[in-house]
Structure formats: structure tokens, C-alpha cells
């Protein structure tokens, strides 16, 4: 399973969550986390060894050295911490620009084994995401397997419809995102199921993500929506912005 973080001065943000998570995905695995201080330490050696001021933060914790073979019978796990150059999103205090999506042709499990963990095995986003690359898009939305929407390949999924702010639930199979959940107690957001063909017709939608923070959705499908980075979308983009100025571990 991995994490990743955006680095702001030199700091990375929210890491108590990110470790939360972590910890969660690898209990889901059946392995032990090392100590968060130990792994706030190593964080700390890395961004300096590096003199990184901005950018993101990789940690990734595997099952270690094992067989040619499913089995894992003697767990001694590996743990990386990387950084490098921030990608794929501006931080929501600058503005970032629009991003255009499509609906993914395979869907999300929401019952898997995998689901809700943030595990390094991403071959279906990474499919996912190449297919909306193809067509131009800069993302890609699975539904789940009732039909529902679920999240992008590396993202969360917020849309407006009358007016009010919804998100899918984490049984939509989503992942737990840190930043999807800073939004969700920054502002008032129903966490409910919405139907995936409702996507292309709902006011305004944006995406959540360590390293997009808030990007507005232009178009699903080629179909533009009637509001790019609307009032629901700009309030939760400087809400974000609040929370990140207030408190960097939030």
C-alpha cells in the first residue's frame, strides 16, 4: 500500500491522516505499520536530504522479499520514503485549471477485497486513466458495480445538484481521501449515492485529491457543465485553502 503527500515549505501536509490511512490499508492487508514517529522522522530525513521546499511525498510499505508464488509466509516488510517535483494540480489558493473527465467503461467494486485500500496494485487506473488520456480527458470516473457513482483513478468525486454538495459514500467504494474528508467537515456536504448517468447533467463538479486540493471538472464526455469552478466549488476551495493556512497536521 502507498500514501502520497504534498510538501508545503519544506512540511508535509496532513500527515497524521495520511499515517491513519496507511495503517488502516495495511491492517486490510494483514501488515504491520512502523511507528508513526519513526516514519515522521524518516519523512523529515528525506524532504531535507533532497531540500525540498514543494512538491510530494511517496511512502510506500510492502509485504518485503517472498516467494515466486501468492503466499506470504514469512512477513518482513519494506518500507520507502521518496519525494520529488509536485504534478497534477495547483495548490486551491492559485486557481487550478479545469479539468475535463469521462466516464470510465469499467467499473469499481465496492464490495472487492481491495476496496477502500490504497494499495499499489493500480493496474485498473492506471488503464483507467490511459483510456481518458486518450480521449483528452485529464481524468477518469468509475461507477461501482450497482451503477453508482464511485471516485476518479487517483481523485475523489464531489457534484452539485439543486444546489447542495454531494460526495459517494465510502460503501460507494471509494477510497477514504484525506482531502475529500478536510472538505467534508469544511463544508456541508451529503455523503449519499448518486446514479453515474446523472453526472453529465448536475451544476458544477470538482475533484479532491493531496495533489490536485480542489479541481473544478469542465466537461464529462465532451458535455460541458453550465458552471466551471461555481459557488459551491469555489466555497470548498477556500475553505481547503482556510484549513491548510490554519494548521498543517489538521
Known amino acids: 500500500m502507498f500514501e502520497t503527500l504534498r510538501i508545503y515549505g519544506g512540511t508535509p501536509f496532513a500527515v497524521r491522516r495520511h499515517l491513519e490511512?496507511?495503517?488502516?490499508?495495511?491492517?486490510?492487508?494483514?501488515?504491520?505499520?512502523?511507528?508513526?514517529?519513526?516514519?515522521r522522522r524518516a519523512m523529515a530525513q528525506v524532504i531535507e536530504a533532497n531540500a525540498l521546499s514543494e512538491g510530494r511525498m511517496r511512502i510506500t510499505l510492502t509485504a518485503g522479499p517472498g516467494p515466486m508464488a501468492s503466499d506470504r509466509a514469512d512477513l518482513k516488510p519494506t518500507l520507502m520514503v521518496a519525494c520529488g517535483p509536485?504534478?497534477?494540480?495547483?495548490?486551491?489558493?492559485?486557481?487550478?485549471?479545469s479539468v475535463d473527465v469521462v466516464m470510465a467503461p469499467w467499473p469499481r467494486h465496492e464490495r472487492g477485497a481491495l476496496?477502500?485500500?490504497?494499495?499499489?496494485?493500480?493496474?485498473?487506473?492506471?488503464?483507467?486513466?490511459a483510456y481518458a488520456q486518450a480521449r483528452n480527458a485529464g481524468e477518469a470516473i468509475l461507477a461501482n458495480t450497482v451503477g453508482n457513482l464511485c471516485e476518479g483513478t487517483g481523485s475523489n468525486l464531489?457534484?452539485?445538484?439543486?444546489?447542495?454538495?454531494?460526495?459517494?459514500?465510502?460503501?460507494?467504494?471509494?477510497?477514504?481521501?484525506?482531502?475529500?474528508?478536510?472538505?467534508?467537515?469544511?463544508?456541508?456536504?451529503?455523503?449519499?449515492?448518486?446514479?453515474?448517468?446523472?453526472?453529465?447533467?448536475?451544476e458544477e463538479a470538482f475533484l479532491t485529491s493531496s495533489t490536485r486540493e480542489i479541481q473544478p471538472i469542465r466537461a464529462v464526455d465532451g458535455t460541458a457543465f453550465p458552471l466551471v469552478a461555481?459557488?459551491?466549488?469555489?466555497?470548498?476551495?477556500?475553505?481547503?485553502a482556510d484549513v491548510m493556512a490554519a494548521d498543517v497536521d489538521p
Open 158 to 202: 464531489f457534484v452539485a445538484i439543486g444546489g447542495r454538495l454531494y460526495t459517494p459514500p465510502l460503501s460507494a467504494g471509494c477510497l477514504a481521501g484525506v482531502t475529500r474528508a478536510l472538505v467534508c467537515e469544511a463544508v456541508n456536504v451529503a455523503q449519499e449515492d448518486v446514479p453515474a448517468d446523472a453526472l453529465a447533467g448536475v
Open 115 to 129: 476496496a477502500g485500500i490504497k494499495s499499489i496494485s493500480y493496474g485498473e487506473n492506471v488503464l483507467a486513466l
Open 86 to 97: 509536485a504534478s497534477g494540480g495547483l495548490p486551491a489558493k492559485s486557481g487550478p485549471a
Open 230 to 240: 461555481g459557488p459551491l466549488t469555489t466555497a470548498a476551495a477556500l475553505a481547503f
Open 21 to 39: 490511512r496507511l495503517a488502516a490499508s495495511a491492517t486490510g492487508m494483514g501488515l504491520a505499520v512502523p511507528d508513526a514517529e519513526v516514519l
